[in-house]
T-cell receptor, first 114, second 110 residues
């Protein structure tokens, strides 16, 4: 009974490179959320996806960030041309339909931009 | 003004103490109230959720919601060193994202 899986757990990128973060939700969950946790700050919502659809991306920076949740495969958070300020822990959460209050989180991907 | 305010602590208590963790909020549209526990360098773990006002108990943990005061609490009875973690309150309007407090860092000393 696997929980939410995220990989890689740690990612180091130089400024200007691309970062790809992957999230496999709990089996049977069709709703995925991405959150970002900056050092010494709380978790901030980024984007909410269902299979093949972006439902709410109001927390995503307008440039360089994109997310998808294809019909097959994991959800991907993509950051293009990373900058030092993108260094953070990125968490994915999933839930089943009609259980938005029971979001289960993965272990996170810690992105370091050098 | 932040939508959710939470005292960051740190809070240090002796083993066996009763711990009280609190959050206030400004958005009256919030309907669901959650408490998460996060160990260092791990993902948040859902402890409890409550819908609207009232109390909910689960073992040593009790969650309280007072919507009239926009105030929620988590009580931990007979605290243990294994309870040492950061506790995050979170709130949600139906079908939407979670809004988190900044977290309270708790240390339970043996």
């Amino acid at each position: 009974n696997a929980g939410v899986m995220q990989n890689p757990r740690h990612l180091v990128r130089r400024r200007g490179q691309e970062a790809r973060l992957r999230c496999s939700p709990v089996k049977g969950h069709s709703h995925v959320y991405w959150y970002r946790q900056l050092p010494e700050e709380g978790l901030k919502f980024m984007v909410y996806l269902q299979k093949e659809n972006i439902i709410d991306e109001s927390g995503m920076p307008k440039e360089r960030f994109s997310a998808e949740f294809p019909k097959e495969g994991p959800s991907i958070l993509r950051i293009q041309q990373v900058v030092r300020g993108d260094s953070a822990a990125y968490f994915c959460a999933s839930c089943g339909p009609d259980h938005f209050y029971e979001q289960y989180f993965g272990p996170g991907t810690r992105l370091t931009v050098t | 003004q932040k939508e959710v305010e939470q005292d960051p602590g740190p809070l240090s208590v002796p083993e066996g103490a009763i711990v009280s963790l609190n959050c206030t909020y400004s958005n009256s549209a919030f309907q669901y109230f959650m408490w998460y526990r996060q160990y260092s360098r791990k993902g948040p773990e859902l402890l409890m959720y409550t819908y609207s006002s009232g109390n909910k108990e689960d073992g040593r943990f009790t969650a309280q919601v007072d919507k009239s005061s926009k105030y929620i609490s988590l009580f931990i009875r007979d605290s243990q060193p294994s309870d040492s973690a950061t506790y995050l309150c979170a709130m949600e309007t139906s079908g939407s994202r979670l809004t988190f407090g900044e977290g309270t860092q708790l240390t339970v000393n043996p």
